[in-house]
């Protein structure tokens, strides 16, 4: 019984400390990965994810903009 708990808390631990965007936002295109040039539009956040990383575990922010993943994919 102990061995489950304290499986189940560091799986909880785990998901807690990672980021919303990279887990849940699924794969990172090119265009998500490459910081504009200058002249180029900026690329828009998620806000959706921004907010669930603040709010859960901030650090998890700094994952997703190395990543990435916290940006929209490119407009059609």
């Given at each position: ?43 828009e ?32």
């Amino acid at each position: 019984m102990k061995k489950l708990v304290k499986s189940v808390s560091i799986g909880l631990l785990i998901v807690s400390m990672s980021s919303c965007a990279t887990i849940f936002g699924g794969p990172v295109s090119e265009y998500q990965r490459t910081k504009p040039a200058d002249g180029e539009p900026q690329r828009e956040v998620r806000v959706g994810a921004l907010i669930a990383d603040i709010i859960l575990f901030w650090p998890g922010a700094i994952v997703d903009f190395a990543t990435g993943a916290i940006y929209k994919p490119e407009g059609k």
